[in-house]
């Protein structure tokens, strides 16, 4: 028997076993997936599932109708590729085909572990506890105001909790954002009701309280830690299959590992960007929807002689809603590109557009989704961008 068998049944994992069947594989696919839960997908779980608003977010996915052997609660230990064989918590499965997609875990605050009161938010059974605390407009106290902490303080403020973000770097968005675009979004925190202290550090965290460096003590019913995640690649480290320094899985342009016909995809895997000359580790949605038809290609076509296959080399994108904002990047810039501003950067709605050489190679918008959708195309392209034009918030950024 052909075996596909998937690791991780997350969006990437579920992602690559629909794109099989959509692109004829005939053989039997197995998805293994250490949660208990119907697959579901992650960005509601800070939004709409953390008010209550929604039931849940499982994926509207017919496994039984699409013939995938879907195997929930099972958790890979490890993998034997020479032996063509993963261990489970339940036996051994073989394989002919291994996809790897076990995505990222959350980092932990150090001192933090099993401090009750203490949570992360990566999983539904996260958002499921935290939907009381917001529920009971407790006094929260937020670690980092990255992505996941800023859409947590949303939902917190909307529930009626008393929200304090501690953020160690001296603005949000530090690792994603340049000093002068994210300060504009540190007065979305106040506008909202919630306290942003930059530049604090965490001492302790006990249960009721945090304590920072500087020796103030902020009581909190909750602590929600968003600091970070890394690959969740460990059950990997006896396999011989390559893991780089931040832990992901080694790929190659075509999402190959460094073992034969075994793949990686999503949260877990870092690949080489031509597009962008460097390695690309992509922690957003949009890369665990795209890699997935990759590989599908890749292992339907793998067979036939000559065959080459598609190689991976997105525009990345993702969104994030936070403070009543639509906000939007796609592609990836460094320091050195030309940044220049669409629109005026107090106002409701404007964008970022960076150029090296003249060519548009990243945009940021915040409640302008036309840019983004325009913004993305000229990205992919490699178009030239005027740079009066991109300045023109009243221009679209690409003709009709
Ligand atoms: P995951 O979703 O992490 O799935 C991996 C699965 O593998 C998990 O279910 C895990 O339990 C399982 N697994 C791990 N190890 C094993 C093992 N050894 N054996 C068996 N199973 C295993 N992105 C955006 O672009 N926009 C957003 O607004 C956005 N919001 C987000 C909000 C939250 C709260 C979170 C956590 C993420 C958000 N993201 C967002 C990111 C996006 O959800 C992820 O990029 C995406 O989920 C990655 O999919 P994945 O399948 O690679 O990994």
New binding site residues.
Partial sequence: DRRVVI????????QTAVALREQGWPGTITL????PHQ?Y???????AVLLGKAEGSAFDVDFAALGIDLRLG????GVRPAERLVH?DAGPVPYAHLVI??????IALPGSEGVPGVHL???LDD?ERLQPVLAGQHDIVVVGAG??GA?FATAAREAGCAVTVVEAADRPLAGALPAEVAAHMVGWYADSGAVLRTGARVAAVEPGAVSLVDGTRLSADAVVVGIG?RP?TG?LADSGIALGPDGSVLADGALRTSAPDVYA????VSFPSARYGQRLL???????LQGPRTVATHIVGGDAAHFTGPVYDPVP?????QFGRFVQYAGHHTAADAMVWRGDPTSAAWSVCWLRDGVLIALLAVGRPRDLTQGRKLIEQGAHLDEARAADPSVPLKSA
Avoid at 32 to 35: N, Q, T
Avoid at 265 to 268: E, H, L, N, S
């Fill in positions: 690791v991780g049944a997350g969006m990437a994992g579920v293994l997936g250490a949660e697959p997908d992650r960005p509601p779980l800070s939004k099972r958790r890979v230990s489970t997609a076990t995505g990222a875990e959350p938010l990566r999983t958002a992505w996941i859409e995640a969740a059950w995809v999503g949260d877990c992509v922690h957003h949605w949009d890369n665990a994108y993702f969104w994030s809603e």
